[in-house]
């Protein structure tokens, strides 16, 4: 995760996550990808059943009960030890979260035991009513998915009407005093929309959007050929940048993250050299804090069934089952051989990644997307859009252009 805002328009210093001693128990929400301890976040795929049908979703959901799913019981009791473990944020996500009927309960029980609830959810459930319970049950934000403007979101979302509805619920969240923000999953479908998602964030003064690159899982395996060119995606992030740029400089403060391409903080950076060197050390300062993919480390999924992924794409690893074993108990098993490589993936990486000089602020970027491709999850992600050259391999090492690609 990439605060384009955070580090480009000067809203965050080093100074500010060492006030808090960089521990996540202490840190504001917004500084938290800074914490020295990296207490994971946890994804918790509440239920695999959406009344939506995404195109790229991770999950492959579709609008059908699944069996399986843990129980009320199980959910209070995963939640009672992720608080004692230490869990700062309980992102609850899906499928879509709100068809779980008991959902308002698990949400309630995760702010009283002192962690943040967040919810990502397609939006198109939350009347007023909704709204106002999640306000009172004290959700921190609430991330609504968009895929684009109307035409474009309604046919990667497989539903007519699905932006108007997540429209109401964005607005629905704002009269009720939430905290609510925009989740864009980029690919050539949609990447044209990008400019004026901007200005409707403008338009409606809605303060946060996270852009996600693709990853190759789920039904979004068969996105592949959709995803972005090196180039393009060096032109999709300037323009991210200069928009968020532009939003600041006219009075909005918006903030504006994108996730899933660690080599997003690398190109920021050497954007700033160029500008305004001066920021550019203050940066890497905060990259260096961040440290990259946090896979395994400072990210965990737990699906609807009670089995622990190592982040919410890797589905196909199973770490345990928190109905054998606490969470806690799981996540920090010495035994298991992957996830203690995962926890120190800059030793394992292969390749043009193990050569990086920016490996220690990147961590060696998306594994899923490097298995899915390559088939070996250590080797380099193919959706690295720096040059040989400005990661700082020597001529004898660079590869062909074409190669690159």
Known sequence: MIGISKLYCGTVEPSDPLRYGRKAGKLPSHLLQFSEDKKPVVVWNATRTCNLHCQHCYSASQNKQYEGELTTAEGHALLEDLASFGVPVVLFSGGEPLMRPDIFELMERAVSLGMRAVVSTNGTLIDRDTARRLKQIGVSYVGISLDGMRETNDRFRGLRGAFDKAMEGIANCQAEGLKVGLRFTIHRGNAADVPAIFDLMEERRIPRICFYHLVYTGRGERLTALDL????????????????????????????????????????????????PERAQEVWELLKMNGGNSSGLGIASISWDGNVHPDQFMR????????????????TDTSNEFLMKLKNKKAYVKGRCAACRFLDVCGGNLRMRAEAVTGDVWAPDPACYLTDEEIGLAPSERQPAAAQA
């Open 229 to 276: 060119s090196h180039e393009e995606t060096r032109a999709l992030v300037d323009l991210i940048i200069d928009r968020t740029k532009r939003l600041h400089d006219r009075g909005f403060r918006a903030e504006v993250l994108t996730v899933d391409n660690h080599a997003d903080g690398p190109y920021l950076y050497l954007r700033l050299l160029r500008e305004n």
């Open 316 to 331: 196909h690893v199973v770490l345990g089952n928190v109905r054998e074993r606490p969470f806690s108990q799981i996540w």
